[in-house]
């Protein structure tokens, strides 16, 4: 929806769950009709933290079974208003905390096929101990892991960050990070340990990649 990407919550909340809801609450409407217009009225304040979705059609009714098992799936509250016209529920919104314009510019040197390269390298070398490896062709490959799990980190941390509160899999990824970050810093990372960490961290690039339209 175009008003989620203009607010800039696409990444900050469940757009799928959302569009969900919505569906279903107009559906509920629009199965008994009244002869009266349906309206949709999104709002969002910041100070709030949460998404408004409301549905009228002027005459009082009751959402269907299917629809308010979606709004107690979905939806953090929800109800009726002015005499059961109108149909509310309210959705969470994520702190947007993490610098996206960081990302943005990280894009820019992320190139992936070059950090598979990198990879494969790294691992072939790695399964054969003892054989003569190009010097020079190994010192550029031990910048891009060490330099990729650097960019990358943001692109996890990003993910970490449209993460819902309660997702069972924030402590994973937050212990995850915490083991990245101790790469990063470190004044000259275990290229086996960056090795470990690049494969998920490409794939959390590629979900935020996707989730931002990037």
């Known amino acids: 929806m175009?008003?989620?990407?203009?607010?800039?919550?696409?990444?900050?909340?469940?757009?799928?769950?959302?569009?969900?809801?919505?569906?279903?609450?107009?559906?509920?409407?629009?199965?008994?009709?009244?002869?009266?217009?349906?309206?949709?009225?999104l709002t969002y304040a910041e100070s709030d933290r949460e998404l408004l979705i409301e549905v009228g059609d002027r005459t009082p009714g009751q959402a269907?079974?299917?629809?308010?098992?979606?709004?107690?799936?979905?939806?953090?509250?929800w109800g009726t208003s002015h005499g059961g016209v109108r149909t509310w529920s309210?959705?969470?919104?994520?702190?947007?905390?993490?610098?996206?314009?960081?990302?943005?510019?990280?894009?820019?040197t992320y190139d992936r096929d070059r950090i598979l390269e990198a990879i494969a390298y790294a691992e072939s070398a790695e399964g054969a101990e003892g054989?003569?490896?190009?010097?020079?062709?190994?010192?550029?490959?031990?910048?891009?892991?060490?330099?990729?799990?650097?960019?990358?980190?943001?692109?996890?941390?990003?993910?970490?960050?449209?993460l819902a509160p309660g997702d069972p899999g924030r402590e994973t990824l937050r212990l995850f990070l915490d083991r990245v970050r101790s790469l990063r810093d470190a004044p000259e990372a275990d290229w086996r340990e960056c090795l470990a960490v690049l494969p998920t961290?490409?794939?959390?690039?590629?979900?935020?990649?996707?989730k931002v339209g990037w």
């Open 2 to 41: 175009a008003c989620l990407a203009r607010w800039g919550l696409r990444r900050r909340l469940d757009v799928v769950g959302v569009e969900l809801l919505i569906s279903e609450i107009v559906t509920s409407t629009l199965e008994h009709p009244r002869g009266e217009m349906v309206t949709l009225t």
């Open 64 to 77: 269907r079974a299917r629809g308010v098992f979606t709004m107690a799936a979905v939806a953090r509250a």
């Open 90 to 108: 309210t959705v969470p919104v994520v702190r947007d905390s993490y610098d996206w314009a960081h990302i943005e510019r990280a894009l820019r």
């Open 131 to 162: 054989a003569e490896v190009d010097p020079r062709t190994w010192r550029s490959v031990l910048r891009v892991l060490r330099g990729s799990t650097r960019t990358l980190l943001s692109y996890g941390e990003a993910y970490y960050t449209g």
């Open 201 to 210: 961290l490409l794939r959390y690039a590629d979900c935020v990649c996707v």
